[in-house]
C-alpha cells in the first residue's frame, strides 16, 4: 500500500526558508512522478512543482527560481526547498505520486491542480509571516 508522509513544515518570516520533505512506501518509488501541491484557506489546490523519475523538473511560475525540487530514489524521499518564502506562500503543502510517469512532462500536472496524480499525503502546513 502506498503512504506518502510530509514533513519539514513551520512558520517563518517573510524571506526566510523552509525544507519539506516527503518520505514514500509501498511503492516503485524511482519510476513514479512526483509533485508538490498547496492549498491556502478559501483557494483551490494548485501545483507547486514536480519532478520525473530522470529528474525532469516542472515549477509554477510563482515559485520558479525561489524553490527547488529534488528527489533521492535510494531512500524514496522527495524534497522541496524553499526560498526567499513569501506570505503568499502560506498553504498546507502536500506530497503527490502518480504511476504514469509521462504527467510529469507536460502541462498538465499543474493546470489540473492535481487531479492526474492519484496518491496524496496527509500535508504539512507552511505560514509565512511578514
Known amino acids: 500500500q502506498l503512504q506518502l508522509e510530509e514533513s519539514g513544515g513551520g512558520s517563518v518570516q517573510a524571506g526566510g526558508s523552509l525544507r519539506l520533505s516527503c518520505a514514500a512506501s509501498?511503492?516503485?518509488?524511482?519510476?513514479?512522478?512526483m509533485g508538490w501541491f498547496r492549498q491556502a484557506p478559501g483557494k483551490k489546490r494548485e501545483g507547486v512543482a514536480a519532478i520525473a523519475s530522470d529528474g525532469y523538473t516542472n515549477y509554477a511560475g510563482s515559485v520558479k527560481g525561489r524553490f527547488t525540487i529534488s528527489r533521492d530514489n535510494a531512500k524514496n524521499t522527495l524534497h522541496l526547498q524553499m526560498n526567499s518564502l513569501k506570505p503568499e506562500d502560506t498553504a498546507m503543502y502536500y506530497c503527490a505520486a502518480e504511476s504514469r510517469a509521462w504527467v510529469c512532462y507536460g502541462a498538465s500536472w499543474y493546470w489540473s491542480g492535481g487531479a492526474d496524480f492519484g496518491s496524496w499525503g496527509q500535508g504539512t502546513q507552511v505560514t509565512v509571516s511578514s
Open positions: 509501498g511503492i516503485t518509488y524511482s519510476t513514479y512522478c
